[in-house]
């Protein structure tokens, strides 16, 4: 059963940090590229980082330097530590294959203000 739950956003105020979690099942997680996506209100959803089955990562220029993206095969989980949030961060975000996406999960609500 294909299932991806997000979780760890929240309230931050501008450069704060926040560790966002997805717990992975029933999606091949050790050999797939892992992504972290983002959608803010009225536009369309984003890949901001991915990272493959052997750790390599790549960031969108937007999150590069502040955000690191990690996984814990063992765990069937990936996670996106984000640091020195911005307003322009603020969105609902959420993980999926990168090479073939499956279902979506509900994401979680990042927000941050200024």
């Known amino acids: 059963q294909v299932q991806l739950v997000e979780s760890g956003g929240g309230l931050v105020q501008a450069g704060g940090s926040l560790r966002l979690s997805c717990a992975a099942s029933?999606?091949?997680?050790?050999?797939?590229?892992m992504g972290w996506y983002r959608q803010a209100p009225g536009k369309q959803r984003e890949l901001v980082a991915s990272?493959?089955?052997?750790?390599?990562?790549n960031y969108a220029d937007s999150v590069k330097g502040r955000f690191t993206i990690s996984r814990d095969n063992a765990k069937t989980t990936v996670y996106l530590q984000m640091n020195n949030l911005k307003p322009e961060d603020t969105a609902v975000y959420y993980c999926?294959?990168?090479?073939?996406?499956?279902?979506w999960g509900q994401g979680t609500q990042v927000t941050v203000s200024s």
């Open positions: 999926n294959r990168v090479n073939s996406v499956v279902s």
């Open positions: 990272i493959t089955g052997g750790a390599n990562t």
């Open positions: 029933g999606i091949g997680f050790s050999w797939n590229t």
